[in-house]
T-cell receptor
Framework: GAVVSQHPSWVICKSGTSVKIECRSL??????MFWYRQFPKQSLMLMAT?????????EQGVEKDKFLINHASLTLSTLTVTSAHPEDSSFYIC?????????????FGPGTRLTVL | AQSVTQLDSHVSVSEGTPVLLRCNYS??????LFWYVQHPNKGLQLLLK??????LVKGINGFEAEFKKSETSFHLTKPSAHMSDAAEYFC????????????FGAGTRLAVHP
């Protein structure tokens, strides 16, 4: 149980285009999902918190107009990287919290590797 | 501020020998501490979690960690390494400040040799 999927698992795009990454909780409902970014050989950095039906909360230094987050249902959150540039190339990981559960128990997706040419 | 330091970026052991991955934390509040493992192309998996109950925490796959408040440490150990333990391990801290955020350490890559 508590499986989280991400789609796509990897994507290559041209500079200036937008890319959408989906995060789905497959067998549970998640009122809260988190988006992380992981640079090569580095740790995970929290980008934003996504709450179903409300605006995402972004961490300091994360451009909300560049990284659009939508959490339209209890099983789906999307991260759209707008006007992507090579410096946006990274590994993006989402996590989901069981509805009614503590946010310190997060179930992680397998990640999406984004490469911007 | 809350932070976590993993003292070794790489650890290499032989199969069947003990594993020790070191983690120190900094927290003004009573922390919750976790160890996660990340295998290639798989999501992070929770190994174990400390939340102010027993200081010795047993996790999955034979791993355990001991919370030592006096040393502000939460080292991960396993008596006997398996080849399948080769992965990236993250020590994570959070605190109940009305909103739990996971703060990740830099990670330790564990290599297991035959």
């Amino acid at each position: 149980g508590a499986v989280v999927s991400q789609h796509p698992s990897w994507v290559i795009c041209k500079s200036g285009t937008s890319v959408k990454i989906e995060c789905r909780s497959l067998d549970f409902q998640a009122t809260t999902m988190f988006w992380y970014r992981q640079f090569p050989k580095q740790s995970l950095m929290l980008m934003a918190t996504s709450n179903e039906g409300s605006k995402a909360t972004y961490e300091q230094g994360v451009e909300k107009d560049k990284f659009l987050i939508n959490h339209a249902s209890l099983t789906l959150s999307t991260l759209t990287v707008t006007s992507a540039h090579p410096e946006d190339s990274s590994f993006y990981i989402c996590s989901a919290v069981l509805a009614g559960g503590s946010t310190d128990t997060q179930y992680f997706g397998p990640g999406t590797r984004l490469t911007v040419l | 501020a809350q932070s976590v330091t993993q003292l070794d970026s790489h650890v290499s052991v032989s199969e069947g020998t003990p594993v020790l991955l070191r983690c120190n934390y900094s927290s003004s509040y009573s922390p919750s501490l976790f160890w996660y493992v990340q295998h290639p192309n798989k999501g992070l998996q929770l190994l174990l979690k400390y939340t102010s109950a027993a200081t010795l925490v047993k996790g999955i796959n034979g791993f355990e960690a001991e919370f030592k408040k006096s040393e502000t440490s939460f080292h991960l150990t396993k008596p006997s390494a398996h080849m399948s333990d080769a992965a990236e391990y993250f020590c994570v801290v959070t605190f109940s400040g009305g909103y739990n955020k996971l703060i990740f350490g830099a990670g330790t890559r564990l290599a297991v040799h035959p």
